[in-house]
């Protein structure tokens, strides 16, 4: 079983930056694909960028240009870093991890059903 707990939330202006953390309780650099999503208020959670075991990210077309995801395989954490935000990224943004995978997210990274673990969530307020 892997814990996520996410933090490095807040609100922040537009066009202001956030780095959010998410810290596993387990190995992150095996055999797992671990995955960003958000949710804004009255709408479907969404995918916001993946990463592999060795390295290799993908971005939904919303994050790419703006958003680094990152991992620091000896913290065992995630990282999420977020530039030139918008309002339209209010949301609660969750961590997960799909330990089954042999750390391949590949094409499918952004389906939400893959992951088996997830955090409780950070918020980030963009105005």
């Known amino acids: 079983h892997v814990q996520l707990v996410e933090s490095g939330g807040g609100s922040v202006q537009a066009g202001g930056s956030l780095r959010l953390s998410c810290a596993a309780s387990a190995h992150i650099s095996g055999s797992v694909c671990m995955g960003w999503f958000r949710q804004a208020p009255g709408k479907e959670r969404e995918a916001v960028a993946a990463?592999?075991?060795?390295?290799?990210?993908s971005y939904a077309d919303s994050a790419k240009g703006r958003f680094t995801l990152s991992k620091d395989n000896a913290a065992n954490t995630l990282y999420l870093q977020m530039n030139s935000l918008k309002p339209e990224g209010t949301a609660m943004y969750y961590c997960?991890?799909?330990?089954?995978?042999?750390?391949?997210?590949?094409?499918?990274?952004?389906?939400?059903?893959?992951?088996?673990?997830w955090g409780q969530g950070t918020q980030v307020t963009v105005s």
């Open positions: 997960a991890a799909d330990p089954f995978s042999a750390g391949r997210c590949g094409d499918g990274w952004s389906l939400i059903s893959r992951y088996v673990y």
């Open positions: 990463i592999e075991s060795e390295g290799s990210t």
